[in-house]
């Protein structure tokens, strides 16, 4: 079948399989596509299943990639923004809403993940005591990593979180509960001619820097002054939290 696409007979082949579906299951208006791959076997539109329909996914990204998904009427799409789901519907029948679909967008989890983190959890709390939003992975056009690959631009560096009003910056010591992995990517070489570890401490050391010619107050927090778990991750026992760091911000509380 794969070689073949662009036989008429061979699209007709599987309409026809999903029309004869649909006669003899009326009460069903939807199914995935891997639910039909016994009929396509069957029939001989394909030769085998692999991977729950990956035959007839085949088929119709090719189609998609041409424009030509029409050829299969009652072929659905929905589209995530890393992968396509691929649904039968019968003709004038709605697909319901499948919840099991993630449509958040990469950025979008990336987003939420953030939040979720230990950091922007304390930092939370430093927003309440300071009673001022901060604003979180602030930069300054004089604050800049090394020259990429190109040797033409650099790249801001971020600050966990600049106050304005209180003229302060919060920075995060690096937590020990590194995986293997994240040890390695520390060994790996930057086109700076350092690793990736030794760049990180030439960063956090210039943003001292920076920050002081600019003459903003500077305060690095600890995780491990904290209660963690066995994982090293915050317990997040508020009122325990609140009382250090109103120690850690007692210069800079109204």
Not at 2 to 27: C, R
Not at 104 to 128: A, G, Q, T
Request: proline fraction near 2%; aromatic fraction near 8%.
């Amino acid at each position: 079948m794969d070689n073949k696409l662009d036989k008429k007979d061979s699209i007709d082949q599987i309409n026809n399989v999903i029309k004869n579906y649909f006669d003899n299951n009326t009460k069903v208006n939807w199914i995935a596509i891997k639910d039909i791959m016994p009929d396509m076997v069957s029939t001989g539109v394909f030769n085998k299943d692999v991977k729950k329909g990956l035959p007839f996914r085949k088929v119709l990204r090719a189609l998609d990639k041409d424009n030509k998904l029409d050829r299969i009427p009652l072929i659905h799409a929905e589209r995530t923004e890393t992968a396509v789901y691929w649904y039968l519907v019968r003709e004038g029948a709605n697909l319901p809403k499948n919840d099991a679909i993630v449509t958040v967008s990469k950025k979008e989890k990336l987003k939420e993940s953030r939040e979720r983190s230990d950091e922007f959890y304390i930092l939370n709390i430093c927003d309440e005591l300071l009673n001022e939003k901060s604003s979180r992975k602030h930069t300054f056009a004089s604050l800049v990593g090394d020259l990429h690959k190109r040797g033409k631009t650099r790249t801001k560096l971020p600050l966990a979180a600049f106050y304005n009003d209180a003229n302060l910056a919060i920075e995060f010591l690096d937590k020990q509960n590194k995986t293997e992995q994240e040890l390695e990517k520390l060994k790996v070489m930057t086109v700076s001619g350092i690793t990736r570890g030794e760049q990180i401490i030439k960063y956090k050391n210039k943003r001292k820097d920076i920050l002081k010619k600019k003459n903003i107050n500077l305060i690095e927090i600890d995780y491990a002054l904290f209660e963690q778990d066995k994982k090293q991750n915050l317990k997040r026992e508020k009122n325990e939290d609140v009382k250090l760091l109103k120690k850690l911000l007692k210069n800079y509380i109204k």
